[in-house]
């Protein structure tokens, strides 16, 4: 059994230590009858958003592990569920049975709750730190070399530069990016909204392409050759640097850029329908052990466990980051001001003009 | 990039970019003789950029219209699956088919006992079928023929593994080889005399499968239990039948793999009372009562009623090849009855039928309906397809019968029958079909035997 570790919320070291003695009861009492009895296998759906395909994939397969063999003696099989966080927060609202959701950004869960109430409202208070186990921000990537000497967010609405960033309207990812360079902007000398509404304005008038989704965004500068800087999670930067093209791109860190707190969640009513609500719960709490924190280190998203944190504060540069709470007032009222129907992101970017 | 950079630097030189380059720069807005010109590299760097915007954005669009279309849900029309409507994955369905037979009805040489010539719906039944998912598959048939209103499907079936299936529901209990053929698929207008010793629709559960890649087929089932040629609804006594069939298809290619054989059974504890007796009476071809056991109206007490086994036993068998085909069976059914002051007695009547039909126009014969191989077309020179048809068939009434438990002046104790047809089938959907059917009866009057039965049918059958 897996002693809990130091540095993981005590709440969550008693629960798995509980949940570790039980088994460990189980196995011991009626031995005979439990080797007889072996739990029947259970199937975990995550909906999740576009860059977190690699770092799911490996998770996975050490929860199972995990699972399997320390805590429950049960076989666990979790497929994936990858696309741009608004779409896959719709295809849930819309009956794609997820057991777990892990997507961009808080509003889309909240949607989640608020339209088909497959969770409560409450959701994000049920796990550590905002139902955020990892955290990442808003990086730029250009080419080798930097031939349009790219540094900082204002370099971006400069005539000739051509900026590849996905699609607000189905993107977490580009919502985080679209805020990110909105924060910027304010945060300027003299900077206000009309400011920031008219650097925007400029960002996206030479934006070529408009992805539905961050990897796919990743994929028309990368792979397509389109454009000079990317928008990007600095995880996928980190990620297209190590295995698309090491030595063809460097990550440029902006002066400020924006605390991107990716949110997990259970869903409620799937699981316990599903028979899967333990194993689901355990799945996202895994997330927070320093196992599932060292995983998602190691695919570049900042772990918020200060001891893994402080083992990997070399991959991930300073910056002064803020947060969607304090420069636009929470996810609900940036939603309405910028990309509800009709709001500044439709005033901002209309296609074919 | 660089493929698409040399492609089009490559284009550019041989088109006489290299001559049109200057051309194209004094073209520049705005510019003047003092600006500097891009250079030719970077005249190329954006062609190329826009050139690959094109691509992506054409890649994308054709991402967004196969997502359209994996999303898209299909609706189709077809005679042979009447109209459907498809979600985009496939998984789901919903299916309306219908059923309609008209027929023309006469009887010959009725003198004695005189029958209407009549037009007559036989069948007007709408076929809901319903899948849900890989799982689950429903079917409703409800029947508005003769003015009155019969459920005659009402099941649903979860597919416990790719070859095996639980049903519940009202279906056909799997009994009687020539019941088991749908009603539209039939070669003559009405079912053999054999029929009536097997269950016609119950409410149960049945539990189904095939092995040895579909070479053996199988069902087992529980039902309310109903008389011969009952369609029941309920139940009248708590006990239930159980009902059971193999039916083997040992030739899987070869002249002999149209061959099939099979059996099935039933039994069942069955106790009716003198006003909801639980037993059968059993029709001609012309669907005219020819047997019922003795009841009556002014005194109900001596009506004969079930009282304790059915049982029913039915080897069966068809062959199909080429245009041929053949399809018999016998069926033994035991029915304890009794009546007011007499013991239970357990009676055994039998029948047997035997169908041969042949398409003289070429079509593949087989248990399902044929589709002719050139559908009715006058302007084309096509008439579709035509079947010629024979029957044979008897039923015997156990002696034991008479005179307790029906009265030998009213009711025969034997019934043969023998019958030719003509189907045409205009179209996979439209069958035209002629059969003139001979029954003769042993018994039945007072003074002998009742009159033969002539009976002739024309139907119009339009099923989708």
């Known amino acids: 059994m897996r002693t809990p570790k130091r540095g993981m919320p005590k709440t969550m070291r008693i629960r798995l230590a509980l949940r570790g003695s039980l088994a460990l009861l189980a196995l011991t009492d009626g031995a005979g009858l439990a080797a007889a009895q072996a739990p029947k296998p259970a199937t975990l759906l995550n909906v999740s958003y576009d860059p977190t395909r690699e770092l799911y994939e490996d998770f996975n397969q050490q929860f199972a592990a995990y699972w399997k063999g320390k805590i429950a003696g049960q076989d666990v099989t979790i497929r994936q569920s990858h696309g741009g966080s608004g779409k896959q927060a719709r295809s849930v609202i819309d009956g794609l049975e997820a057991d777990v959701v892990t997507l961009a950004l808080a509003y889309d869960i909240d949607q989640i709750a608020e339209k088909a109430r497959l969770l409560p409202a409450t959701w994000q208070s049920r796990l550590p730190n905002n139902s955020s186990p990892y955290t990442s921000t808003i990086v730029l990537l250009v080419r080798k070399g930097n031939p349009k000497q790219i540094r900082d967010w204002g370099d971006l609405a400069k005539p000739g530069v051509s900026v590849v960033t996905p699609n607000p309207k189905t993107s977490g990812g580009a919502r985080w990016n679209y805020l990110a360079a909105w924060a910027w902007a304010l945060r300027q000398p003299g900077g206000n909204d009309a400011m920031a509404k008219q650097f925007v304005t400029r960002l996206y008038k030479g934006v070529p392409v408009l992805d539905a989704g961050a990897r796919g965004a990743t994929t028309t500068f990368v792979e397509r050759g389109i454009g000079d800087v990317l928008i990007a999670w600095e995880n996928e930067a980190l990620l297209a640097i190590k295995e698309l093209g090491p030595g063809k791109f460097e990550v440029v860190t902006p002066s400020m850029s924006i605390l991107a707190e990716p949110p997990v969640a259970v869903v409620d009513k799937v699981a316990n329908k599903r028979g899967t609500r333990a194993v689901a719960q355990a799945y996202l709490e895994y997330l927070y052990t320093e196992a599932g924190q060292e995983t998602a280190a190691r695919h570049f998203y900042r772990p918020r466990l200060a001891a893994v944190a402080a083992k990997y504060a070399a991959q991930f540069p300073k910056v002064t980051l803020v947060t969607v709470d304090e420069v636009f007032g929470g996810w609900k009222q940036a939603h309405e001001t910028h990309f509800a129907d009709g709001a500044l992101f439709d005033q901002i970017y209309q296609p074919g003009r | ?464």
Do not use: C
């Not at chain 2, 520049?28 to 010109?37: F, I, N, R, T």
């Not at chain 2, 709408?126 to 598959?137: A, F, Q, R, S």
């Not at chain 2, 019934?415 to 959907?429: C, F, M, P």
């Open chain 2, 1 to 464: 990039m660089s493929t698409v950079r040399r492609w089009v630097r490559h284009i550019v030189l041989v088109s006489g970019g290299v001559v049109a380059a200057p051309r194209l720069v004094a073209q520049q807005p705005g510019s003047s003789p003092d600006s500097v010109p891009p250079s030719l590299e970077a005249r190329l760097d954006e062609l190329d950029q826009q050139i690959r915007v094109l691509q992506r954005l054409r890649e994308l669009a054709a991402d967004s219209t196969a997502a359209a279309a994996r999303d898209k849900v299909s609706a189709t029309a077809s005679a042979k699956d009447g109209f459907s409507i498809k979600s985009a994955d496939g998984k789901h369905s919903l299916k309306l088919r219908g059923l309609i037979q008209t027929d023309a009805r006469v009887f010959l040489s009725d003198g004695s006992a005189p029958v209407t010539n009549t037009f007559f719906i036989r069948r007007a039944r709408p076929i809901l079928d319903v899948t849900v998912g890989k799982y689950l598959e429903a079917r409703l048939q409800p029947d508005f023929a003769q003015g009155t209103t019969t459920l005659f499907d009402a099941y649903a079936d979860v597919k416990v593994t790719p070859g095996s299936a639980v049903r519940v529901g009202k279906f056909k209990p799997p009994v009687d080889l020539e019941r088991l053929q749908s009603a539209s698929d039939i070669v003559f207008a009405e079912r053999a005399l054999a029929t009536n010793l097997a269950p016609n629709r119950d409410i149960g559960l049945q539990l189904s499968g095939n092995v040895s890649s579909g070479g053996v087929s199988w069902q087992v089932g529980v039902f309310n239990g109903v008389p011969d040629l009952g369609n029941g609804d309920g139940d009248v006594s708590d006990a239930k039948d159980f009902a059971g069939r193999v039916f083997v298809q040992p030739f899987k290619s070869g002249s002999l793999a149209g061959f099939g054989v099979g059996i099935a059974g039933t039994t069942g504890l069955e106790r009716g009372t003198t006003g909801a007796p639980a037993l059968g009476s059993y029709r001609t071809p012309g669907q005219q009562t020819w047997f019922r056991y003795a009841s009556s109206t002014t005194t109900p007490a001596n009506n004969v009623f079930a009282d304790g086994r059915r049982s029913r036993l039915t080897p069966q068998a068809y062959f199909y090849r080429g245009p041929l085909g053949l399809h018999g069976e016998y069926i033994r059914s035991w029915q304890a009855v009794t009546r007011n002051g007499q013991a239970t007695v357990k009676l055994k009547h039998t029948a047997w039928q035997t169908t041969g039909s042949v398409f003289l126009t070429g079509e593949k014969n087989s248990f399902r309906s044929a589709a002719p191989k050139r559908p009715f077309d006058p302007a084309a020179g096509t008439f579709g397809g035509l079947e010629l048809a024979g029957r044979y068939s008897e039923l015997s009434i156990d002696n034991a019968t008479f005179p307790t438990y029906a009265n030998p002046a009213s009711t025969p104790n034997k019934a043969k029958a023998w019958a030719v047809g003509l189907n045409w089938y205009l179209a996979r959907a439209i069958k035209v079909a002629v059969d003139y059917e001979h029954t003769t009866f042993t018994g039945g009057t007072a003074t002998g035997d009742r009159e033969a039965e002539n009976f002739v049918v024309t139907r119009v059958q339009h099923s989708f």
